[in-house]
T-cell receptor, first 111, second 114 residues
Framework: GEDVEQSLFLSVREGDSSVINCTYTDSSSTYLYWYKQEPGAGLQLLTYIFSNMDMKQDQRLTVLLNKKDKHLSLRIADTQTGDSAIYFCAEGAYNTDKLIFGTGTRLQVFP | DAGVTQSPTHLIKTRGQHVTLRCSPISGHKSVSWYQQVLGQGPQFIFQYYEKEERGRGNFPDRFSARQFPNYSSELNVNALLLGDSALYLC?????????????FGPGTRLTVL
């Protein structure tokens, strides 16, 4: 089945780290993605990880993948107010552009 | 370089009407996908078109249809609009059917059905 779940809200203080979690069910997923959506805007691809990887780091972003538990996380170091947005994880298969999105996690960063 | 563009940005229709949404992919991108994002939810896949042919379809009724033109732009059509069709419609483009880090989303068209 296709189902991606995320917690709805996360609130952090500016300068702290944020960790956004996601669980998925489709074991055939090849790629897993994190997208950011600011109010009234489309989706911005932040990073992705191939399913045979455990970790990927890209500047302030760290993605961890636990395939056994089908758990994906996004860590944002030194979170800034500009990071306030909704974050979506999504899973995709190799032979298609179809992405299955989670419900989104609203990140609020306060001073 | 221009990103994915969509038109119109906002649209208000009444129940029973039909609507056409347009998408222009990034130059050189041959694949276009459409997603529906209802308020408070994640985007739901509607269609993928590649080289002017439908390559994938989500769980949407036949009131939803799309096409891709020789210049790779695309239209999404929705007939007999229902209140539940109110959503942000997102278009994404990528160079090919197989996409990793190069699927780009447009800003979306916000459709309100009254």
């Amino acid at each position: 089945g296709e189902d991606v779940e995320q917690s709805l809200f996360l609130s952090v203080r500016e300068g702290d780290s944020s960790v956004i979690n996601c669980t998925y069910t489709d074991s055939s997923s090849t790629y897993l993605y994190w997208y950011k959506q600011e109010p009234g805007a489309g989706l911005q691809l932040l990073t992705y990880i191939f399913s045979n990887m455990d970790m990927k780091q890209d500047q302030r972003l760290t993605v961890l993948l636990n395939k056994k538990d089908k758990h994906l996380s996004l860590r944002i170091a030194d979170t800034q107010t500009g990071d306030s947005a909704i974050y979506f994880c999504a899973e995709g298969a190799y032979n298609t552009d179809k992405l299955i999105f989670g419900t989104g996690t609203r990140l609020q960063v306060f001073p | 370089d221009a990103g994915v563009t969509q038109s119109p940005t906002h649209l208000i229709k009444t129940r029973g009407q039909h609507v056409t949404l347009r998408c222009s992919p990034i130059s050189g991108h041959k694949s276009v996908s459409w997603y529906q994002q209802v308020l408070g939810q994640g985007p739901q896949f509607i269609f993928q078109y590649y080289e002017k042919e439908e390559r994938g379809r989500g769980n949407f009724p036949d009131r939803f249809s799309a096409r891709q033109f020789p210049n790779y732009s695309s239209e999404l059509n929705v007939n007999a609009l229902l209140l539940g069709d109110s959503a942000l419609y997102l278009c994404a483009s990528s160079p090919s059917r197989v996409s990793t880090d190069t699927q780009y989303f447009g800003p979306g068209t916000r459709l309100t059905v009254l």
